[in-house]
T-cell receptor
Framework: KAGVTQTPRYLIKTRGQQVTLSCSPI?????VSWYQQTPGQGLQFLFE???????NKGNFPGRFSGRQFSNSRSEMNVSTLELGDSALYLC??????????????FGPGTRLLVL | AQSVSQHNHHVILSEAASLELGCNYS??????LFWYVQYPGQHLQLLLK??????LVKGIKGFEAEFIKSKFSFNLRKPSVQWSDTAEYFC?????FGTGTRLQVTL
């Protein structure tokens, strides 16, 4: 099976712009989670989507949003970019996800640089 | 809010040395515990996990971890590390991750 794929792999934006990142989960996986990874904070959970619904959410401001399509592909959007949004954004998929704590399979990430 | 603490931020060991990486979590209910590893240039991948049953769990590449409920701990161990174990290790409770421990193994 193909792994989790994320596009684009690298992105440079300026403050105030918005950005959309895409994630395609492993075939058959219905849960997609997003994380922000930075050197100082490690991995921080953004949100989880399952069957096109946001099921779990971390403590990020409303500028961070996401959605999931019927084929389980997911997008994450960040509006009004700030310098502090520079990070590696990771997507992970699992079969059912949720509180059951299934193994998550991670993609390579999208590295976002905000200037 | 749930939290996961990894007290060792950077560990340097010689090959064949024993490894123990600490992980403590705050949640007192039923937990699903994970250790993930990120080798240089590679994706995060599962090392091992604990849901229930035997508190000593074995993972890939000779790693094991022990769940001690009374101490809210899930420490990772390996009796003899190899140079190829150089990586960053993350402890997680479902969606909450620790800040990671960078392990450097020297020859």
């Amino acid at each position: 099976k193909a792994g989790v794929t994320q596009t684009p792999r690298y992105l440079i934006k300026t403050r105030g712009q918005q950005v959309t990142l895409s994630c395609s989960p492993i075939s058959g996986h219905r849960s997609v989670s997003w994380y922000q990874q930075t050197p100082g904070q490690g991995l921080q959970f953004l949100f989880e989507y399952f069957s096109e619904t946001q099921r779990n959410k971390g403590n990020f401001p409303g500028r961070f949003s996401g959605r999931q399509f019927s084929n389980s592909r997911s997008e994450m959007n960040v509006s009004t970019l700030e310098l502090g949004d520079s990070a590696l954004y990771l997507c992970a998929s699992s079969l059912e996800g949720g509180q059951g704590g299934e193994t998550q399979y991670f993609g390579p990430g999208t590295r976002l640089l905000v200037l | 809010a749930q939290s996961v603490s990894q007290h060792n931020h950077h560990v340097i060991l010689s090959e064949a040395a024993s490894l123990e990486l600490g992980c403590n979590y705050s949640y007192g209910g039923t937990v699903n515990l994970f250790w993930y590893v990120q080798y240089p240039g590679q994706h995060l991948q599962l090392l091992l996990k604990y849901f229930s049953g035997d508190p000593l769990v074995k993972g890939i590449k000779g790693f094991e971890a022990e769940f001690i409920k009374s101490k809210f701990s899930f420490n990772l161990r390996k009796p003899s590390v190899q140079w190829s174990d150089t990586a960053e290790y993350f402890c997680a409770v479902t969606f909450t991750f620790g800040t990671g421990t960078r392990l450097q193994v020297t020859l």
